[in-house]
C-alpha cells in the first residue's frame, strides 16, 4: 500500500460494521481511537461519490444538481468547528436528497464515520478538496 520501503509497518483490515448503520460506525471509530495515542493511523477508506449505475455522478463536468449539493453538504459538515454539531451536520448527510443520487448503498461512504468517530473531539482538516474526492483527516 505505501510501497516497498514500508513493508515492515503492520497493516491491519478493519471491516466496517455490516448494518451500514452510521452510529454503529462511529462507535468502531471510537472503540479504535486510543491507538492513536500509541502512534498508530487510522486509516478509513470509501469515496464521497459512488454510483456506477449514474457515472455522471463522478464529474462536477456531468455531475446534476443534486450530486452536487450532496458533495456541497459534506465539505459543510466537515467544516462544522463544534465536534458536537459536526458530528450531528454528518449523521444528517444519509437523509440528504442527493445521497442516493451518490449512494446507493451506504457501503463506501460509512467509512467516513469510522474516521470521525477516531477523531471526533479533535479539529479536522480537509486534505482533498476536489468534488467527489473528499479525503478529511480527522484529529488533527
Known amino acids: 500500500m505505501f510501497g516497498e520501503e514500508f513493508m515492515d509497518i503492520p497493516i491491519v483490515q478493519v471491516s466496517i460494521d455490516g448494518s451500514l448503520d452510521p452510529r454503529k460506525n462511529w462507535e468502531i471509530g471510537q472503540a479504535v ?22 457515472r455522471t455522478s463522478f464529474s462536477p463536468d456531468t455531475a446534476r444538481a443534486v450530486h452536487k449539493e450532496f458533495d456541497q453538504a459534506i465539505h459543510r459538515a466537515i467544516a462544522v468547528e463544534s465536534a458536537e454539531e459536526r458530528k450531528k451536520k454528518l449523521f444528517e448527510l444519509p437523509q440528504h436528497p442527493g445521497f442516493r443520487a451518490m449512494h446507493p448503498r451506504e457501503d463506501h461512504f460509512v467509512p467516513l464515520y469510522v474516521a470521525g468517530g477516531a477523531g471526533e473531539d479533535e479539529k479536522v482538516k480537509t486534505i482533498v478538496d476536489l468534488y467527489g474526492l473528499g479525503s478529511f483527516a480527522f484529529g488533527i
Open 33 to 54: 481511537a486510543q491507538l492513536r495515542e500509541e502512534g498508530i493511523l487510522i486509516l478509513s477508506g470509501g469515496l464521497t461519490a459512488h454510483n456506477l449505475r449514474d
